[in-house]
């Protein structure tokens, strides 16, 4: 991520999707986008699962990137093994 980051030009059309829950990743991303001139042009924005590090979706809101929640549907026996899974990654 941070290679591509830094690879990344501010008057390009380049854009980065991070769908991390990890605090010290989304950290890294938000300095560097700061760093590279790209937070103003919304080069790299960030998606986390709806329900899932609420708090670190805040923090990135607040310090005026986007970001998105996404919310998996289907039929309970595809959507369950996959929230599990999340769960038990976010431990």
Same mark, same amino acid.
Request: hydrophobic share 35%; proline share 4%.
């Given at each position: 991520?941070?290679?591509?980051?830094?690879?990344?030009?501010?008057?390009?059309?380049?854009?980065?999707?991070?769908?991390?829950?990890?605090?010290?990743?989304?950290?890294?991303?938000?300095?560097?986008?700061?760093?590279?001139?790209?937070?103003?042009?919304?080069? /790299?924005?960030?998606?986390?699962?709806? !329900?899932?590090?609420? &708090? @670190?979706?805040?923090?990135?809101?607040?310090? =005026?990137?986007? /970001?998105?929640?996404?919310?998996?549907? !289907?039929?309970?026996? &595809? @959507?369950?093994?996959?929230?599990?899974?999340? =769960?038990?990654?976010?431990?």
């Amino acid at each position: 991520m941070e290679h591509i980051i830094r690879s990344m030009k501010p008057e390009g059309s380049d854009m980065l999707f991070v769908a991390s829950h990890n605090t010290d990743t989304c950290e890294l991303a938000m300095t560097l986008s700061e760093e590279l001139d790209l937070k103003d042009k919304n080069c /790299v924005r960030f998606g986390q699962l709806k !329900g899932f590090s609420d &708090q @670190v979706t805040s923090d990135i809101s607040q310090k =005026g990137f986007q /970001v998105f929640k996404y919310l998996p549907f !289907g039929p309970t026996e &595809q @959507v369950m093994p996959y929230l599990v899974r999340r =769960g038990q990654e976010s431990r």
